[in-house]
Nanobody
């Protein structure tokens, strides 16, 4: 059984930083694209960032480019999202997702596995 478990969410002031982590278990995710999505209250889920299996390719939403960094742990089964210069509009539930492919997708429907989400709240 595949499991993705996010951690690291919380409350932070605008301008602050948080680092989210996603731990994968159940099977190797070394060949998976891993992505982060978020959903704010009353809004649709949106793509945030993704990374391929070798960490040679990353992709970011324009809204977070230059502020967020996605990376993989050495064992490849952990993915991180470093979030700097946080803004109130970054407030959302953040979800980790895995896609068994070599091509990065920004579409949630392409991802096979999802975590339960972690709340990030940025106070203005």
């Amino acid at each position: 059984q595949v499991q993705l478990v996010e951690s690291g969410g919380g409350l932070v002031q605008a301008g602050g930083s948080l680092r989210l982590a996603c731990a994968a278990s159940g099977r190797t995710f070394r060949t998976y694209v891993m992505g982060w999505f978020r959903q704010a209250p009353g809004k649709e889920r949106e793509f945030v960032a993704a990374i391929n299996w070798s960490s040679s390719s990353t992709y970011y939403a324009d809204s977070v480019k230059g502020r967020f960094t996605i990376s993989r742990g050495n064992g490849k089964n952990t993915v991180y999202l470093q979030m700097n210069s946080l803004k109130h509009e970054d407030t959302a539930v953040y979800y980790c997702a895995g896609d068994y492919t070599i091509i990065i997708s920004t579409k949630g429907e392409d991802y096979d596995y999802w975590g339960q989400g972690t709340q990030v709240t940025v106070s203005s």
